[in-house]
T-cell receptor, first 113, second 112 residues
Framework: EAGVAQSPRYKIIEKRQSVAFWCNPI?????LYWYQQILGQGPKLLIQ????????DSQLPKDRFSAERLKGVDSTLKIQPAKLEDSAVYLC???????????FGDGTRLSIL | QKEVEQNSGPLSVPEGAIASLNCTYS??????FFWYRQYSGKSPELIMF????GDKEDGRFTAQLNKASQYVSLLIRDSQPSDSATYLC????????????FGTGTRLLVSP
């Protein structure tokens, strides 16, 4: 079974630029999550999708972050404009359904200069 | 009070010993509990989940849950140097929106 796919693995941009991350969940997984993990901390949920609908985006900085999951499969997370404090690893995870164990992709390490 | 608390460590144990990792949570209504292992520079990897009070064993790993004390632990028997990693405790809280909340992790070091 293929795992959660994410790209790119690494991204370096300057502040105020924009960036986008892509995620393809495990086949058949209805729930998709985006997390932000800052060094030394646990992952923090940014947004959760159930199929193609948003069920929680309470911790997503909506003035600069956006995410979509068209057709209930792939998802993209965008940051525009980036700030220095956005430097982190962005993790995508998926699960069969809500409250089921989540499986993570390799993540995208974002560095803001 | 943090929703999920872990000692950041490092917890140092010799090879072959039992490593005991602990986690407390604040939401008494929480129902689902997970342990993830994260190697440096890698993403979290699910190693155990437990839903009911008591013990759950899988190979060298045992998860223990005590809902009355709001406490969940992970025991690693016969610890190996390859077990050296950060162990993240995660809880799906029972009140409000049911999302997975992570602790900050405990760093485990197993010395040969």
């Amino acid at each position: 079974e293929a795992g959660v796919a994410q790209s790119p693995r690494y991204k370096i941009i300057e502040k105020r630029q924009s960036v986008a991350f892509w995620c393809n969940p495990i086949s058949g997984h209805a729930t998709l999550y985006w997390y932000q993990q800052i060094l030394g901390q646990g992952p923090k949920l940014l947004i959760q999708f159930q199929n193609n609908g948003v069920v929680d985006d309470s911790q997503l900085p909506k003035d600069r972050f956006s995410a979509e999951r068209l057709k209930g499969v792939d998802s993209t997370l965008k940051i525009q404009p980036a700030k220095l404090e956005d430097s982190a690893v962005y993790l995508c995870a998926s699960s069969l359904d809500r409250n089921q164990p989540q499986h993570f992709g390799d993540g995208t390490r974002l560095s803001i200069l | 009070q943090k929703e999920v608390e872990q000692n950041s460590g490092p917890l140092s144990v010799p090879e072959g010993a039992i490593a005991s990792l602990n986690c407390t949570y604040s939401d008494r209504g929480s129902q689902s509990f997970f342990w993830y292992r994260q190697y440096s520079g890698k993403s979290p990897e699910l190693i155990m989940f437990i839903y009911s009070n008591g013990d759950k064993e899988d190979g060298r790993f045992t998860a223990q849950l005590n809902k009355a004390s709001q406490y969940v632990s992970l025991l690693i028997r016969d610890s190996q140097p390859s077990d050296s990693a950060t162990y993240l405790c995660a809880v799906i809280r029972g009140t409000g929106f049911q999302k997975l909340v992570f602790g900050t992790g405990t760093r485990l070091l197993v010395s040969p």
